[in-house]
């Protein structure tokens, strides 16, 4: 496992049947840093890319990062200062940041100043109307994904709106971080 500053990391790049030369690339970055783990299914979506991920994941949290998703360098280091003091959490939640061609979107959780269960916290949210169901901006313990089967359910579109609500119903303790996600998106 690659250190980064203090910290150990494992990345899981799960190439779900590509055809074009992700595996190139992933075999590349796995055979350069022995913290990278490359692992190649047949193509079953980005839900059961994501079981799978979970399922060969040997970390003690659980960050979802898809193809068109990227983290700032110091992400990782962040939160893992932040999680050395606090690791009680069961969902730690992020904001993103959407870029556009011609623009930038900030998406964020309306801000919640105390550890809250997770049902708490989809009333505070949704009272709010700034519930977002996107994985992308939730880090999980892992032991709680395993605890309570929490898989994506397969051959659905918009798996993150069945799965993230879910998740949070069954979360004793959801805090809120303020770090970001990005994904790029092409209008």
Do not use: W
């Amino acid at each position: 496992i690659l250190k980064i500053k203090k910290f150990e990391y494992e990345i899981l790049l799960i190439n779900d049947g590509s055809t074009d030369d992700s595996g190139l690339i992933c075999n590349k970055y796995s055979n350069l840093h022995n913290n990278i783990k490359n692992y190649y299914k047949v193509n079953g979506g980005l839900s059961s890319a994501r079981n799978f991920g979970i399922n060969h994941s040997n970390g003690k949290y659980i960050v979802f990062v898809d193809s068109d998703d990227y983290i700032n360098s110091s992400f990782f280091d962040e939160i893992c200062d932040f999680l050395t003091f606090e690791n009680k959490y069961d969902i730690l939640t992020t904001n993103l940041h959407i870029i556009f061609s011609d623009n930038e979107r900030l998406i964020e959780y309306r801000k919640i100043n105390n550890c809250v269960s997770g049902e708490e916290y989809l009333e505070y949210q949704h009272k709010y109307s700034s519930m977002i169901s996107s994985v992308v901006q939730n880090i999980y313990m892992s032991s709680f994904i395993r605890d309570n089967s929490l898989y994506f359910k397969e051959g659905i579109f918009h798996e993150d709106e069945e799965f993230t609500p879910r998740a949070f119903l069954l979360a004793s303790n959801v805090y809120q971080f303020y770090n970001h996600f990005y994904r790029s998106e092409e209008r």
